[in-house]
């Protein structure tokens, strides 16, 4: 089969596109062929279909760059030139909202080429995504009054870019509707397709999956490290994430290390917050990936997840379990899918700081063989629950499902 992926970024900016290029190669080492279709950047890592790929939107002019965010007529042109060179039997989109945006749909249905789309956030049901607004959970918008998402600044607290996605959602819904345009969808938790089809019930006319992301197995020499001396969060430095909620159980634990590890909006504001209040036993290790990144993760003692949105299906965790590292997580979203509290890590109440302080002092206090039992649980989870080889054949088999129907049409 050939398999046509998309997504906005062809480099590893972040855990879909984790999930986008592993994709790529559990499919090539099954006998696939994967083609690729994104936008051009310094930062894209070497591709037979670069030429296919659209502009930056940094290249482009404002008004073109507003237009695009709608419906960018370059990704219609090219993605068109790519299918009739290259005749793809099936595509597999993930990010592409705002940037190559729905104006593939019309293409590939032209083509009669199948379209499933992994649901990596909630850009379907919620104008900025994560069902967050200022640092707190919010579903106000409820599928239809995208309107709110501009009145309370959801994006960044910034006007100008809240009212685009408020204005995108209700154009996109009117005339591109996904649920009109989509074959199948690939939901990454069960919480995630509960709350997709709760704002779009639409989407229950399609078939969809929930298919939990995978992670490769690590070098046999980063296992079995279980005397980690510091505690961990890595990932994107913003709101969502609860970075900053975390910075301030650690000021109150001064005797336990903890590093972050990531760059993002808040990066520069969470280290002056560290430096105001001289809170020394924080460390930010800056952007890392990779055999660096595994390594960090090996020696830590536990990875935290301190999310303050509806968090799908965290890399983070799958990573770490495959490391042999405990996880604790926020109560949010597809997270307690994936923890079995108490046994491979433990799930705190993500807007009760004080909770999170008093599992973490647990931790501390956990024997030597509790801990080896835990570490040894997750990877267990890992092995029973992620692993590239289970991926792959309920990926095949959903390929094979949204191909058949489609050409029964």
């Not at 219609?76 to 793809?88: A, D, T, V």
């Not at 994006?155 to 649920?179: C, H, I, T």
Request: include cysteine; charged fraction near 25%.
């Amino acid at each position: 089969m050939k398999i046509l992926l998309i997504n906005n970024f062809h480099y590893r900016k972040g855990g879909s596109e984790t999930v986008y290029f592993n994709t790529a190669e559990i499919l090539q080492k099954r006998g696939h062929e994967v083609i690729f279709f994104s936008r051009e950047n310094p930062k894209n890592l070497p591709c037979r279909q670069a030429e296919y790929f659209i502009r930056s939107s940094e290249s482009t002019s404002y008004l073109r760059r507003m237009l695009n965010y709608f419906y960018n007529k370059e990704a219609r042109h090219n993605i068109e030139k790519l299918i009739l060179q290259e005749k793809p039997d099936i595509a597999h989109v993930h990010l592409f909202w705002g940037g190559i945006s729905p104006s593939i749909f019309g293409i590939l249905r032209k083509y009669k080429i199948p379209l499933i789309h992994t649901a990596h956030d909630y850009r379907m049901v919620c104008p900025a995504y994560v069902f967050n607004s200022n640092g707190r959970i919010c579903e106000e918008c409820q599928g239809v009054h995208f309107y709110k998402c501009a009145l309370k600044r959801c994006s960044k607290k910034n006007l100008v870019e809240s009212v685009l996605m408020s204005a995108e959602m209700y154009e996109r819904n009117r005339f591109l509707n996904p649920a009109r345009n989509l074959s199948g969808v690939i939901y990454v938790s069960r919480f995630s397709r509960v709350k997709h089809k709760q704002y779009m019930p639409l989407l229950s006319s399609i078939p969809s999956t929930v298919l939990y992301n995978f992670a490769n197995e690590p070098s046999v020499d980063l296992l079995n490290h279980f005397s980690g001396d510091y505690y961990l969060f890595y990932g994107r430095l913003s709101s969502e994430k609860g970075v900053d909620k975390l910075i301030d159980v650690f000021a109150s634990l001064p005797d336990i290390s903890l590093k972050i590890v990531g760059t993002g909006p808040l990066e520069e504001q969470l280290k002056q917050t560290v430096v105001r209040r001289r809170i020394t036993n924080v460390e930010f290790l800056g952007y890392k990936i990779g055999r660096e990144l595994q390594t960090i993760v090996s020696r830590a003692s536990f990875v935290l997840v301190p999310s303050q949105w509806y968090e799908n299906n965290p890399m983070t965790i799958i990573e770490a379990y495959s490391l042999q590292k405990p996880v604790i997580g926020a109560n949010l979203g597809g997270i307690p899918e994936i923890i079995d509290d108490g046994k491979t890590g433990y799930i705190f109440q993500h807007d009760n700081p004080e909770d999170l302080h008093r599992i973490i002092k647990k931790t501390i206090n956990m024997s030597e063989a509790d801990y080896l039992r835990m570490a040894q649980n997750s990877y267990e989870f890992f092995k029973n629950n992620f692993s590239s080889e289970n991926y792959a054949v309920k990926l095949e088999e959903f390929y094979n499902q949204i191909k058949d129907s489609y050409e029964n049409i």
